[in-house]
């Protein structure tokens, strides 16, 4: 399924990754009674180990698998529900992430703690401002521009806290490939 790098190279264990991925196809046939979300398939880990499978391929993949199920929710909650019902749902959480872009006091996100390592603000802004953009219709974005986005390093109070600009960016990635 993935290529393996060389045995004196690092990738994901490969038991890990089938075993995830086997799950995943399980979940999304509707072979067993357990659920995978979207949250699931973000917050999946693997090992690092010498010759394991290509970092690189199995992060795609996670990427594509993330995108089908939210199409499958998507489906799911259309035919339930009804197209307009998504549509609102989605406005909603766009709404949200809106507003806290645009904070009175102008912080986005918490700043790092004092020596801790964190992202740095303007490229946290830059994309941001990029995501605002989108809501206002004034530029396109894509889910997978919001993925790759690289982050500079900071350290204490001129960085953003990292965990709170995960969480912002994953929930940006939802509703993008909610309206894809």
Known sequence: MFNNVPPYR???DRDEVDEFFEHARQAYEGRTAERV???DIQASTFDLVRGGYNTHEVDAALDRLEAAFIARQRAEYVSANGQQAWMNALAERARTLYGRLGRPDGEKFAPAERG???YNMDDV????DRLVGYFD????????EVRSATFGRARGPEAYEEASVDAFF???VEVLLGVE
């Open 37 to 39: 979300t979207s949250a």
């Open 10 to 12: 690092t990738g994901y």
């Open 125 to 128: 802004d830059d994309l941001c």
């Open 116 to 118: 801790q390592q964190g």
């Open 170 to 172: 994953s929930r940006a």
């Open 137 to 144: 219709r004034q530029e396109p974005l894509t889910a997978a």
